[in-house]
């Protein structure tokens, strides 16, 4: 991979934190305070397979407790280091902090590649892992709430979560120790897509706006835009999935670690998907045109390039070349430090994964407070919604007839407006409420200040200046 030298990832959220932090007034102290992160746990366990001993080591990383719980993912890679992992700690920091989701910013990570394992091998080893955490109360549903990330699904949280509940036996939270979990153990609905469809909340917020559309260069809505997409994994997949069902967007080209796969007229994505999932990648797919050099389709031509795999993909020795003049980080990090600022001086747009890749966490926030009240969404009113709604369209069909009106309720309104809302549709509500305010308090200081001419320092500034009042709320 072709990559200069630049900052690593952690050194980069920090300068772009001290890039926006220079625009704003807090004290050295505060501002030190807000960029450090307070602890990272380190674990070294072995665990007996296929005969012998296996060390394995893991990191659990806490940015910021300025609110408790902490939240963030846990990361399966051969690549997890304690700089990544703090990297993406301090991200969910700011990222809780920009939606207004109630926690602290934490990350965690294992070194190893799940694919090397079989499912029983994974438990014996993510069991163990949740044991080391959980006795340290970093995995806790009042200290410390993990999720997925990349490696890791909703087979590996109820994993944790009955590792936790076999540990913590008459802890009645206890299901709200892990989130993204699957809906017969605690889940909530609308999890496992939460982040895929939180980025396409993000775009059709960004599009509601034509000044930010033309700061892109670009024009109209979502129809017919030409999406590239780095990573069909769980957020790449949704993203590329529901904008291409839902928005007419074209998804002109999927990246994985094996190549790409193009075709101009725009791909299948679920065909895509069942490929990767049967053969293990792109290559040989008969969706497309396969191109060996995967990484070199991020400099194709297109409206929206969306990387939703890994950190640091645009960097400063591709940056120049990218002609996308939308990007939406899915990601974490994906563009680094100094890509950042070649793609600012092209004048290319880039909505920040702080917020792009939001959805996921909100998502598990409604998760967390659900196991906290044990009780799904919409349980008490939903009945009592459609009773009300009932009797509005019954009283209106009762006056047409009395007065001989010959109203008639176009077909399938009756049906769509009497029906409460079920959990799926209130998570939905939940997340594009969420995408649409943060969007706008992203906006309004980048088309507010003179001094803030990107949406990623917009985010930053929004995000700390919450931090910062949390604190100072405190008396630190
Ligand atoms: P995942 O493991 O489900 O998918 C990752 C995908 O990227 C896989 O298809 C993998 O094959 C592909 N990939 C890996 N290395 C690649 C490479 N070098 N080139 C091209 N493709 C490559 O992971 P995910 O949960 O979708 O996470 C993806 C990104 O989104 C990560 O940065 C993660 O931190 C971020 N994220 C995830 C969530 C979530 O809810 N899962 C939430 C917020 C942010």
Redesign the pocket.
């Known amino acids: 991979?072709e990559q200069l030298d630049e900052p690593g990832f952690r050194e980069g959220v920090d300068l772009m934190f001290n890039r926006a932090v220079a625009l704003m007034d807090l004290s050295p102290g505060l501002e030190e305070k807000i960029r450090v992160c307070n602890a990272t746990y380190i674990v070294r366990f072995g665990v007996r397979l296929r005969g012998a001993i296996h060390t394995f080591t893991g990191y659990r990383s806490v940015h910021s407790e300025h609110m408790e719980p902490v939240k963030g993912?846990i990361?399966?890679?051969p690549e997890v280091d304690q700089d990544e992992v703090e990297a993406?700690a301090a991200l969910m920091t700011y990222?809780c902090a920009l939606v207004e989701t109630p926690f602290g910013g934490s990350k965690g990570g294992l070194c190893i590649d799940?694919r090397d394992w079989d499912e029983h091998e994974l438990e014996a080893i993510t069991r163990r892992f949740a044991y080391e955490l959980a006795k340290r109360d970093l995995i806790n549903p009042s200290q410390n709430v993990p999720?997925?990330?990349?490696?890791?699904?909703e087979r590996e949280m109820a994993w944790i979560a009955d590792q936790y509940a076999r540990m913590n036996t008459t802890d009645i939270n206890a299901r709200a120790c892990v989130t993204?979990k699957p809906l017969n153990s605690g889940g909530i609905a609308g999890?496992?897509e939460?982040?895929?469809r939180?980025v396409q909340y993000a775009l059709r917020e960004f599009f509601r706006h034509p000044e930010d559309v033309a700061a892109a260069g670009l024009t109209g809505g979502l129809e017919g835009k030409r999406v590239i997409v780095?990573?069909?994994?769980?957020?790449?997949?949704?993203a590329a999935h529901f904008l291409q069902t839902e928005d007419g967007a074209k998804i002109t080209a999927v990246?994985?670690?094996d190549g790409?796969v193009v075709r101009e007229e725009g791909l299948d994505v679920d065909r895509v998907r069942e490929w990767?999932a049967k053969h293990g990648?792109v290559s040989g797919c008969p969706e497309g045109e396969h191109v060996a050099d995967?990484?070199s389709v991020l400099e194709a031509e297109c409206d929206i390039l969306i990387?939703?795999?890994?950190?640091g993909?645009i960097n400063m020795g591709n940056a120049e070349r990218i002609r996308a003049p939308l990007i939406i980080e899915?990601?974490?990090?994906?563009v680094t430090y100094g890509a950042d600022e070649i793609l600012r001086k092209k004048g290319t747009v880039v909505i920040p994964?702080m917020y792009a890749?939001?959805?996921?966490?909100t998502v598990?926030y409604f998760e967390w407070v659900k196991n906290l009240s044990h009780i799904r969404f919409g349980r008490m009113q939903r009945r009592q919604e459609e009773a009300q709604n009932r009797m509005l369209v019954t009283e209106l069909e009762r006056l047409s007839a009395d007065q001989g009106l010959g109203w008639q309720l176009s077909p399938g309104f009756k049906e769509q407006f009497m029906r409460g809302a079920d959990e799926l549709e209130l998570v939905r509500s939940g997340l594009d409420d969420t995408m649409r305010i943060a969007y706008q308090h992203m906006r309004a200081a980048w088309h507010g200040r003179d001094d803030v001419h990107d949406l990623r320092t917009a985010a930053f500034v929004v995000a700390i200046e919450r931090v910062a009042a949390s604190y100072r709320a405190k008396g630190l």
């Open positions: 991979m993912g990361r399966y890679a993406l990222k799940p999720a997925p990330d990349m490696g890791t699904s993204g999890r496992v939460a982040t895929g939180g780095q990573g069909l994994g769980n957020v790449g997949y949704h990246i994985e670690r790409a990767i990648g995967g990484r990387p939703a795999a890994l950190e993909q899915a990601a974490n990090g994906p994964d890749n939001a959805g996921g966490v598990s």
